[in-house]
């Protein structure tokens, strides 16, 4: 439940809507105990009348239709208001999140794609509805409660304390009970559900591999697993809400009873009249609507528990570099050098073992090698997304890890082999690499890339939209848009890691043979496992962490 609580300034923002929300839901509460209660009094009532002429059923007839009136537009508001406020939570809890996430790059070697998927959807569903489901239903609970044995004390004050008692129990004590005996169930539910997605992702991303080797059925067996864990986990917390709810309505039936007796002595001492007694038996029987939900509630609450508890796991992260507490400014231009670095995520084996190498401003150096030569590793160190184990990076002279990384972003930018083409208009595409752009330099810059005309030919030019991963594009336009890009960014450094991945060999040839022309003025790093042509400046290869052999200068 701490964990929950760590989120409270998140609710605070939006407490007009959660006063707003707890306010209509305790009237429709109150009218649906109201209108059970005056229902049982009028029929009992009339029933026991024997001057039909003399008993005015306008009045009660009147007061049900308001109770009924009330309680559904309050229904209605309810809803309206809780589920506006829960979007609102959504979307600031996401922009907490996210927030938090951007520092912890790269995050998948931290944790598995399906649980990080599992983090990102489901943990912040779970907690987004958490107040809507769990939270605002224990509120009007209690204050229903408290509103009912009120009505006790003044009208039937024998059967008060047990109402109470035995309310209280069902709203407060057996719910709480629920969520402690639930938590544990509820983690293995959010685990399972982490463990069938990764296995369900691994499965997806890995169908042609599998069913070129006939592993089919070892992919199906580990899906199937996770997900019998999933159902084991979700039968326990099913049987433990199933349990609660029996509990909650023998209190129910306590409490009724309990209301019963004291009504009976009362009834035979002449201190109520029988309409009276009915109608509170009715209003009992209805407080106890706000009880029957919170076994549900009891039960998303342990589950929002775990899942608070796993974005809290990712946001109090340490990232993997620190920015430094007094950052140094970066002196002009684009030398990048490389000081005897040495790095590796297992230190006995280093991905770069003592590389040394440096790049001169407006040059265009190509850094070629095998795969696991650590040719990827160099991009990651120039935009500090990992510091060095050993040795030193250093931009214009100064060390990465004395500059500031918002500095560093925008002095050095980087375009990858699966830099991607969003679901929005070219021009929204193009400006992530400078959001101040005008129409004039995206114009220039797509004449760069070569590919205005194919722009001017599209409905709505600038302002056409292009498919989800840029599936309306060829691949070749897609890497010229992702180019585009990175180069309407102010950066003095420019670093492509792979950037021709899925090109096909003649476009990937072109698109290289453009790139120094494309960057002159500007320092740009390639890494490229392709081959280089003759307009870069420098080839250097790279081998077990290295620099192997003479570099074509």
């Known amino acids: 439940m701490r964990a929950i609580l760590a989120f409270a300034p998140l609710l605070g923002r939006l407490k007009g809507p959660i006063l707003l929300t707890v306010l209509l839901s305790l009237v429709t509460l109150l009218a649906g105990i109201g209108l059970l209660g005056l229902s049982g009094w009028f029929l009992t009532a009339a029933a026991l009348s024997t001057l039909g002429s003399a008993f005015n059923i306008f009045a009660p007839s009147a007061g049900v239709r308001g109770l009924s009136f009330i309680r559904i537009l309050s229904r209605y508001g309810e809803k309206l208001s809780g589920h506006d406020m829960t979007l609102r939570l959504l979307s600031d809890l996401r922009a907490w999140l996210f927030a938090k996430l951007f520092p912890l790059v790269p995050l998948a070697r931290r944790f598995g794609r399906g649980d990080l998927v599992s983090r990102l959807l489901a943990d912040v569903e779970a907690l987004d509805t958490v107040?809507?489901?769990a939270l605002g239903p224990i509120s009007t609970a209690v204050l229903a409660g408290a509103a009912m044995t009120v009505v006790l004390v003044l009208a039937l004050p024998g059967a008060a304390l047990v109402y109470?008692?035995?309310?209280?129990?069902?709203?407060?004590?057996?719910?709480?009970g629920l969520v402690l005996a639930s938590r544990a169930v509820g983690s293995e539910v959010v685990a399972a559900g982490a463990a069938l997605?990764?296995?369900?992702?691994?499965g997806i991303d890995g169908h042609q591999d599998l069913v070129l080797f006939g592993a089919t059925g070892e992919a199906a067996t580990s899906a199937a697993t996770a997900s019998e864990q999933l159902a084991r986990a979700r039968r326990r917390l099913g049987l433990r809400a199933a349990l609660a709810s029996a509990l909650v309505q023998l209190l129910a039936g306590g409490a009724l009873l309990g209301t019963l007796v004291a009504g009976f002595a009362a009834l035979e001492a002449g201190a109520i009249?029988?309409?009276?007694?009915?109608?509170?038996?009715l209003a009992v029987l209805a407080s106890f609507e706000a009880s029957a939900m919170l076994v549900r509630s009891a039960t998303r609450l342990a589950g929002a528990a775990a899942a608070a508890d796993r974005l809290q796991?990712?946001?109090?992260?340490?990232?993997?570099?620190?920015?430094?507490a007094a950052p140094l400014p970066i002196p002009p231009g684009g030398d990048m050098r490389f000081e005897a670095v040495r790095f590796g995520y297992d230190p006995e084996h280093p991905v770069l073992d003592g590389l040394g190498f440096a790049v001169r401003t407006g040059e265009c150096v190509a850094i070629t090698g095998p795969s696991g030569a650590g040719k990827s590793t160099i991009a990651q160190l120039l935009l500090r997304l990992v510091d060095p184990d050993a040795g030193t990076v250093r931009l214009n002279g100064s060390d990465l890890r004395d500059v500031a990384d918002a500095e560093l972003h925008q002095r050095v930018a980087l375009m990858t082999q699966d830099a991607?083409?969003?679901?929005?208009?070219?021009?929204?595409?193009?400006?992530?690499?400078?959001?101040d752009a005008d129409d004039a330099a995206l114009w220039r810059v797509l004449e760069?890339?070569?590919?205005?005309?194919?722009v001017r030919g599209l409905p709505g030019q600038l302002d056409a939209v292009v498919g989800e991963a840029g599936r309306t594009l060829s691949a070749g336009q897609a890497r010229r848009i992702c180019l585009a890009r990175t180069l309407?960014?102010?950066?003095?450094?420019?670093?492509?890691?792979?950037?021709?991945s899925g090109l096909d060999v003649e476009t990937e040839a072109t698109f290289l043979a453009e790139l120094p022309e494309l960057t002159r003025g500007r320092t740009a790093i390639v890494i490229t496992h392709a081959v280089v042509p003759e307009t870069f400046d420098r080839v250097l290869e790279l081998r077990a962490g290295r620099l192997a052999g003479p570099t074509r200068v």
Request: no cysteine; net charge negative; proline share 8%.
């Open 131 to 133: 107040f809507l489901v």
């Open 164 to 176: 109470a008692l035995l309310f209280f129990a069902a709203v407060l004590l057996v719910p709480g």
């Open 197 to 202: 997605r990764q296995a369900v992702l691994d």
């Open 273 to 281: 009249e029988g309409p009276l007694l009915a109608g509170l038996l």
């Open 313 to 324: 796991a990712i946001a109090n992260s340490a990232p993997i570099v620190a920015e430094p």
């Open 420 to 435: 991607p083409v969003f679901l929005d208009t070219i021009r929204a595409n193009l400006r992530i690499g400078r959001d």
């Open 448 to 454: 760069a890339v070569q590919l205005a005309e194919f």
């Open 488 to 500: 309407l960014s102010r950066a003095d450094v420019i670093v492509f890691d792979e950037p021709t």
